[in-house]
Structures are given as structure tokens and as C-alpha cells.
């Protein structure tokens, strides 16, 4: 069922919004999370609201996908420079207030379904349950032909969680930037998957493709469907790009657990 964005939340995140953002960064932030039409006319707080309302009265979008897009950076953004926590907070109590709660990958989803929900996925991930992950790439592909960008969007935020689990996990230093392609950085780095210390040459080719592969859908998660500025082709994804997406994250994600795993045996 389609869920609003209550109003209270629309106050905050407005608020939010007007403090942390120009009308550049505002225009760009609510085009990158797929908000409807053309940025209002006003000040930012008064476009701010008016996009968020908006958003609610168009059935075209899922609001509550929009809302997690918009607030993604705000509730994962590392502590230090301009952000203390306090944004994140505030939106974190306004949530609970209204019953709802974010999850890490941009998503808002009913308070008493996310959190098992995201320990589940963190569980699964922990103890390399290869069975149960395909099961969650299987949810991805459910909706392809639907929604093949929230598809798209899932599957990547299967890669995106394992790489926050892999890195803390080790306990290694978490990037500034919290999404998927840097993430993934820290993860290859640590695996070891570079090209130039394989000495197979196939193996070499595939490992590269792999790479850039993660760049693309790291790529397309952001850019599909989205409003573009002038001078930049705008596209549509479709259920056979979402195909393509999904299947790749989820060779991608089962051959790092696969990676992990080996080590982790080899070094106990």
C-alpha cells in the first residue's frame, strides 16, 4: 500500500533541507531522488515544502522511496566538517514519532518491519548464508518489471550492506562518502581484487570488468530516471537493464562473500 509522508516529517526534512542546502544542491538533491516535476517557484523552504507535498499527492512515485533518497546523506554521512549528528538525530525522533524508520541505502520503511528487516540481511551476510542471499536478489527481481528502478536500487543495497559489513567487520576506516562505489573501494583494496597482481590474463579481464561493473551500478542506482541539467541525455531504466543490474550485483556480492569466507578459514 502506497504510504505518505506525514506531515510532520515533511517539517523536519524541510527544515533540514533549507539549512544544508543552496537552491543548486536543493534542485539537485530532489531531482536525484526522483521527487516530481520541475523544482517549485519560492524560497528554498517554501520549494522545499511544496516539492515534499507534492511528491504525496503524485501516484506516480512511491513518497516514502523519495523521502529515504533525500534523506540518505543526512542520516550516513560521517560525523566531523559540517555534520554533528544533530540533523540525523532529528529526523531519526521524527521517524519513530510517526512510526517509521530509516534503514541504511536510502530507504524509509514501517518501524516494526526494518528493523528485523536490516538485522536479517546483516545476519545473513555475517554467517554466509549463500541461500538465503539469492533469496534476497529473488525479492530484487520480483518487482523488475514494475519497478526496475527501486529493483535496481535493492540489488545494489545488498552490495552496498555487504560492504559495510565486510568493513566493519575488520575493522577497517569507513569512507568519507558512505555509498556504494567508495565503499567498495575499502572492500577490493583489503580482498586484494586488482587486476595487475593476477598473472592470468583471462582472470585479469573478467577482475577489471568486475570493477567497473560495480561503478555502473553504483552509477545507475543514482542516475536512472532522474531529472539531468541541459546537456544531459535523460533515460529511462527498463526491466531488462534492472535484469542486467541485479544479476551482476548479485555475482558480485557472492563472489566477495565467497573471497571473505576463504580467507577467514585459511586465517583461523
Keep these: 500500500m502506497r504510504q505518505l509522508i506525514p506531515s510532520p516529517v515533511i517539517s523536519v526534512v524541510a527544515d533540514t533541507c533549507t539549512a544544508r542546502e543552496t537552491h543548486a544542491s536543493l534542485d539537485s538533491l530532489f531531482a536525484y531522488a526522483d521527487a516530481p516535476g520541475e523544482p517549485p517557484d519560492g524560497s528554498k523552504h517554501v520549494k522545499a515544502l511544496e516539492w515534499l507535498r507534492r511528491t504525496n499527492k503524485d501516484h506516480s512515485v512511491d513518497p516514502l522511496a523519495v523521502l529515504g533518497r533525500l534523506i540518505e546523506n543526512y542520516m550516513e554521512q560521517p560525523i566531523g566538517t559540517w555534520n ?4 540525523a538525530k532529528k529526523i531519526e525522533a521524527i521517524l519513530a514519532q510517526c512510526k517509521l524508520r530509516y534503514v541504511t541505502g536510502g ?8 528493523a528485523a528487516a536490516s538485522r536479517t540481511l546483516e545476519t545473513l551476510l555475517k554467517s554466509f548464508d549463500y541461500r538465503a542471499i539469492d533469496e534476497e536478489f529473488s525479492r530484487a527481481l520480483e518487482n523488475v518489471q514494475s519497478e526496475p528502478r527501486e529493483a535496481v536500487s535493492a540489488a545494489s ?10 568493513i566493519a567487520e575488520n575493522s577497517l576506516e569507513l569512507p568519507a562518502k558512505q555509498d556504494l562505489k567508495p565503499l567498495w573501494t575499502v ?4 580482498l586484494g581484487f586488482d587486476p595487475s597482481a593476477i598473472a592470468d590474463t583471462d582472470l585479469q579481464t573478467i577482475l577489471t ?6 561503478e555502473g551500478i553504483a552509477a545507475l542506482r543514482t542516475h536512472a530516471s532522474s531529472a539531468h541539467g541541459a546537456g544531459v541525455t535523460s533515460y529511462r531504466i527498463e526491466p531488462r537493464h534492472a535484469r542486467l543490474a541485479i544479476h551482476a550485483a548479485h555475482t558480485i556480492t557472492l563472489f566477495a562473500l565467497e573471497t571473505w569466507e576463504k580467507r577467514r578459514k585459511s586465517a583461523g
Aim: hydrophobic share 45%.
Design 209 to 214: 570488468g568486475m570493477l567497473a561493473t560495480v
Design 157 to 166: 543495497n545488498i552490495l552496498e550492506s555487504f560492504c559495510k559489513v565486510f
Design 84 to 87: 554533528d549528528g544533530s540533523d
Design 187 to 190: 572492500v577490493r583494496k583489503h
Design 107 to 114: 530507504k524509509v520503511v514501517a518501524a516494526q518491519m526494518s
